[in-house]
Structure formats: structure tokens, C-alpha cells
């Protein structure tokens, strides 16, 4: 694969590049990145993608920024999320989200809305484990240390752009690396870097990960997204949130649920279980889910008082439930049990998942 094949199979994608798509795009941009490597597995995943999605309306929101990684991987994820909604969530859905319109959801079921996230443990994981790889191969541990003028939070530009160009500036010091140059210690205004060799016995709290790994950032993003997500309501419509999430440090739908529903006692004594006042009140008709969830037993499994997920804020009571791939690619569903704002209950049952997850990885699309 070099540009001109790309252009002459993917004209939908290269028709928003902009004319300057080629120079400004960064060498860790997934497109130069896999073209370097020649990487036909991944061109033959972003072709599945366009076959099953409607890509020359969803990247027509994205015209001339591109050449942005952050916006690229939204892309990717907004093509994903319209073939998990279309696969399990209602048929042909309607994109909203398109050039010339601005604050729609992405797209548009008969009786709900989705919105799509993506997100990511940070930009600089990637980009510094690919340029790490690039110089020195798997012979090292690395570790990224954000400071407080990283904006760990970003959720959009212009504070993606400006997490970007932070990235660069600690590639742009770091240059050119050879292991006989570790250990070695890089930082900037933003980021502090540190690299090891792989042999060292002095790893510290690197550790002994996979290589170049870098910590993960379990910052709140799934809360975080779902309450950004509420904003999306239009009139009385519910809105279900897919998010992509690519979270090293989030493995099951136990976990998702932790953050939206809430989280079970670890252990206790029967005669210490106090059941949420929120869990109380939830709708029967939920018992049977809540109690396969371990959220209202009343014996020694129950989510106690304070211990509630993001969904029993009120003010995401228009958010249906969350649709969640993980990245190993299973794909979980779970219903905002809270509301009575919206029917919830019809999705959920719609799908009939309960806590089991279906699979959408490369071979799925």
C-alpha cells in the first residue's frame, strides 16, 4: 500500500483529506504508520469499515481535519459504532452528524438517538509506543508522567489539538534513540518520559509489562462521557451511548457496571448489607437484572448507600444505557436501571443481552 493506492481504493476518505492531508500528517498517524509498515491487516480492516457503513456521509463531518490522529480514530469509531447500532440496536439508522450541521447526535433510530465516543487511555500511548518501537523494538520499558498542563480531561479542540502538539514536542526532544542510550529521561512542560532497558534489574515502578508499556489513565472517562453524551437529548428522545473503549485497564461489563450502576459490596456480613435508597426505588421490572448483577440481593451482595453509578444522576436520565466495546472487542450492554424519565427498559429488552457480550472485532465486520 503506498498514497496512491490508498487514494484510488478509499477516494470516500481521501475525498475530506484537504489538500495538505499528506504533509501535516504526523508519521504516527495511523495512515502513514501502517503504510510504513505496510501493513495490509490494517487496510483491510479500515475496507470492512467502509463496505458496511455509510463513510462518505460520516467523514464528511470530519472534512479537512484528518490529518488529525485524534479526529482519524473518531472516524474509525463512528463507522464501528453505526454497524454495532445497525447489527443490534435498530435497522438503517439515520446519520445525523454530517457537514453543515452542528450538536446532532451521530444517528437516529425510529424511537432513540446514538452517540458515539471514543476513548482512548491517552494519545501518547500509541504515539510513543510506536515511535519507541521504531527505534529501539520491544528491548525496553517506558513509562508517560502527565503534568498538570496536560489536559487529561480533553474532550474535543481545541484541547485534542493542543494534547497533540504536547506529544509532539516530548517526540520532537526525544529524536532519534538507541538502546545503548538507556536508561534515559526525557520531559517537557507537559510530560516527563522515562526509558529502560528491558534487562535492567533496576525497573523500579516500571515494572515488568509488555513493551514500551505505559500506564493507563483510569481518570473517570466512562462517567465522564456518558454526562457529556446527556447533552445530546433532543426533545423527549432517549439517547444509547456506544463508546469504543480503548482501555487497557478495563477488561469486563463487572467494571462498566461498577461505573454506571454502581459497585457491590467486595464482602459483608449479612446483618451489615444496606441497599442503596436508589436501588429501593428502582422499577421491579428490573429486579431480575439487578439481582443477576448483584445489586439488590439484600444478603451479602447489594450496592450500599453513596456507592452508585453515574447513571443515578439525574441529570443523565435521558441516556438509555451504554453500549461499551472493549478493546479485546467483545461488545456489553448496560441499561440505565434509574431513569424513569425515558423507556429504557424496551432497549434492554430489546437486545436481551442480560451481562453476556457479543464480538465485533476485524473478522465480525
Known amino acids: 500500500m503506498d498514497r496512491q493506492q490508498f487514494t484510488r481504493e478509499f477516494p470516500e476518505i481521501e475525498s475530506a483529506f484537504g489538500s495538505d492531508f499528506w504533509s501535516d500528517a504526523p508519521d504516527t498517524h495511523p495512515i502513514n504508520h501502517n503504510i510504513s509498515r505496510e501493513s495490509s491487516e490494517f487496510f483491510d480492516y479500515l475496507s470492512s469499515l467502509v463496505e458496511n457503513s455509510p463513510a462518505k456521509k460520516i467523514v464528511s463531518q470530519y472534512k479537512n481535519n484528518l490529518q488529525r490522529e485524534s479526529k482519524f480514530n473518531s472516524f474509525l469509531s463512528e463507522m464501528v459504532g453505526f454497524i454495532a447500532t445497525e447489527r443490534w440496536l435498530c435497522s438503517d439508522p439515520n446519520v445525523l452528524d454530517v457537514e453543515g450541521t452542528s450538536g446532532l447526535p451521530e444517528f437516529e433510530c425510529s424511537e432513540f438517538d446514538v452517540e458515539v465516543s471514543r476513548e482512548l487511555e491517552s494519545t501518547e500511548v500509541d504515539r510513543v509506543r510506536a515511535h519507541l518501537q521504531e527505534q529501539i523494538g520491544d528491548n525496553c520499558f517506558a513509562i508517560v508522567e502527565k503534568r498538570d498542563s496536560y489536559d487529561d480531561y480533553a474532550g474535543g479542540n481545541p484541547e485534542w489539538e493542543k494534547n497533540e502538539d504536547q506529544v509532539q514536542d516530548l517526540l520532537s526532544k526525544l529524536g532519534d534513540v538507541a538502546h545503548s542510550e538507556l536508561p534515559l529521561k526525557i520531559e517537557t512542560e507537559a510530560l516527563r518520559l522515562e526509558i529502560k532497558q528491558a534487562d535492567t534489574d533496576d525497573v523500579g515502578y516500571i515494572g515488568v509489562t509488555e513493551p514500551s508499556a505505559i500506564t493507563p489513565d483510569r481518570d473517570g472517562k466512562i462517567r465522564r462521557t456518558i454526562c457529556q453524551k446527556s447533552n445530546k437529548q433532543r426533545e423527549t428522545r432517549s439517547v444509547v451511548v456506544f463508546i469504543d473503549l480503548d482501555l487497557r485497564t478495563v477488561d469486563t461489563v463487572d ?22 435508597p436508589e436501588i429501593k426505588d428502582t422499577d421491579s421490572t428490573w429486579d431480575d437484572y439487578l439481582k443477576e448483577i448483584g445489586a439488590k440481593t439484600g444478603h451479602r451482595e447489594a450496592i450500599p448507600p453513596g456507592d452508585e453509578g453515574v447513571f443515578a444522576n439525574e441529570e443523565v436520565s435521558s441516556i438509555a444505557g451504554v453500549m461499551v466495546r472493549f478493546y479485546h472487542h467483545d461488545v456489553a450492554y448496560i441499561p440505565n436501571v434509574y431513569t424513569d424519565e425515558i423507556d429504557a427498559k424496551s432497549i434492554f429488552d430489546r437486545l436481551d443481552w442480560g451481562t453476556d457480550t457479543k464480538s465485533l472485532g476485524p473478522s465480525e465486520i
Not at 264 to 271: D, G, H, Q, R
Open 255 to 276: 467494571e462498566v457496571i461498577c461505573e454506571t450502576i454502581g459497585e457491590p459490596y467486595s464482602f459483608a456480613y449479612p446483618s451489615d448489607v444496606k441497599i442503596s
